[in-house]
């Protein structure tokens, strides 16, 4: 049989891989520890030459499942599964970096993964933050230490697209790991191993979990970067073949020593989630397109930030990469429009933190989850206090545009 379509190859993900009793979703295993009746397999899995479990903060079947599951959406070799997003991040660049290393970022970037990087700093570890919307500053920002790059594919919350297949093309060129940040698209609306990623990371908890009910991230291996000309791969860590020396690092790394570890109840309510990630995100999408458009004929509006309108700078560049432009828009109203009056006149909008949740949620970017930023590091990321920004559900679009429409009025 032919390769599958994405929806039929995860939604019979679990099956496929004969799971226990013929069941169609793996179970949940909250099992810790695991028994063998002879001694020397125990060993030989401990030291990788035996396929199996040894303790459940490095590895769990609930949790294989849905790794399994994330391969395949991203094309990958293999995935690493973590307790959320930040820590999939944080044990990926802690797990492969060290004192003296550079990495180029994207200036773009989510507040806590800003903060993560003004962390790194401080161990040594140098980051500079460019423009990644044009590839000759990222390429003007590598130095000889330079290690890594880190790309958001669209940005939260101004929506700046980086220029991702141009950074992958010098990535190569430069043999530097290129790690694609692809929550906001998620893997129905594109795939980062098509630019080149080394490295593709997922909040689970967003779009592909889905209804806002368990937090969980991902880090996938795309087997493009060659890790044997990488130099901080530990010896120990060279006993497989050498394209799986990375993710090899970061799970001994990031869930053995940091204990970043998936949860396997989590894991199994992200992947059931997961089995409607093209239905949500189709809906989503065209929710967000239908109320950015309205957005940007409102009085009230200022600007709108959504790559599906044609005035987004990138808005040619979203069209040639992505299935759909997403479900996240951010507006910025009028000087005399009280951003706090807006949010708590809509109804069916529920002001949160959270995105990708099968409801719309709507928050004040600058007084909440980019506060601690600074108003400095906020206007260079074109960050205005009025901004609202929004992740839009699978509710009915008349009843989400009723919601705008008396909240603006």
């Known amino acids: 049989m032919g390769k599958k379509g994405f929806n039929t190859t995860n939604l019979h993900s679990d099956r496929r891989d004969n799971p226990e009793h013929g069941v169609l979703h793996k179970a949940i295993h909250t099992s ?17 030459k035996r396929a199996g479990y040894n303790y459940g903060r490095q590895l769990n079947p609930t949790v294989s499942a849905l790794q399994n599951r994330i391969t395949a959406m991203e094309d990958g070799i293999a995935t690493a599964a973590f307790a959320t997003g930040m820590a999939a991040i944080a044990s990926t660049l802690l797990s492969l970096l060290r004192q003296g290393d550079h990495i ?48 958001e594919t ?53 779009y592909i979990g889905g209804h806002g009910n368990a937090l969980g991230g991902a880090v996938t291996d795309t087997g493009i970067y060659n890790w044997s000309k990488f130099t901080n791969i530990y010896d120990t860590y060279k006993t497989q073949a050498p394209e799986l020396w990375g993710i090899t690092q970061i799970k001994k790394k990031g ?6 570890s998936l949860g396997p109840e989590a894991a199994h309510h ?23 458009e309205y957005c940007a004929q409102n009085s009230k509006v200022n600007r709108v930030y959504y790559p599906g309108l ?5 808005h040619q560049r979203a069209k040639e990469l ?10 910025d109203l009028v000087d005399n429009v009280d951003c706090f009056d807006i949010l708590n006149k809509m109804d069916n909008i529920v002001s949160s933190s959270n995105l990708g949740d099968t409801r719309s949620l ?16 906020r206007a260079s990321m074109g960050i205005a206090d009025s901004m609202l920004r929004f992740s839009i559900g699978i509710e009915d679009i008349e009843d989400l545009l009723q919601d705008f429409q008396q909240a603006l009025a």
């Open 362 to 377: 709507a928050i004040p970017v600058a007084h909440t989850i980019y506060f601690e930023m600074g108003a400095e590091r």
């Open 104 to 151: 180029v970022s994207s200036a773009y970037l989510f507040g806590n993964t800003n903060s993560l990087f003004g962390t790194l700093q401080t161990l040594g570890i140098e980051v500079s933050f460019v423009d990644a919307t044009d590839v000759s500053h990222v390429e003007s920002a590598i130095q000889k230490n330079t290690r890594l790059v880190f790309v």
């Open 154 to 206: 669209i940005a939260n919350p101004a929506t700046q697209i980086a220029d991702l297949k141009a950074i992958g093309e010098l990535c190569e060129d430069r043999n530097l790991i290129y790690c694609v940040d692809n929550t906001m698209t998620s893997p129905h609306l594109f795939s980062p191993k098509t630019v080149a990623a080394s490295l593709i990371v997922n909040s689970l908890t967003k």
């Open 32 to 48: 810790v520890a695991y028994g063998y009746d002879d001694a020397r397999q125990l060993a030989e899995v401990f030291q990788g």
């Open 310 to 314: 044609k005035s987004h700078p990138q």
């Open 270 to 292: 992200l992947a059931v989630g997961s089995e409607t990630l093209s239905l949500r995100m189709d809906k989503a999408c065209s929710n967000a397109k239908i109320l950015a």
């Open 322 to 331: 992505f299935k759909d432009f997403g479900a996240l828009f951010s507006i």
């Open 255 to 260: 869930l053995r020593d940091m204990g970043a």
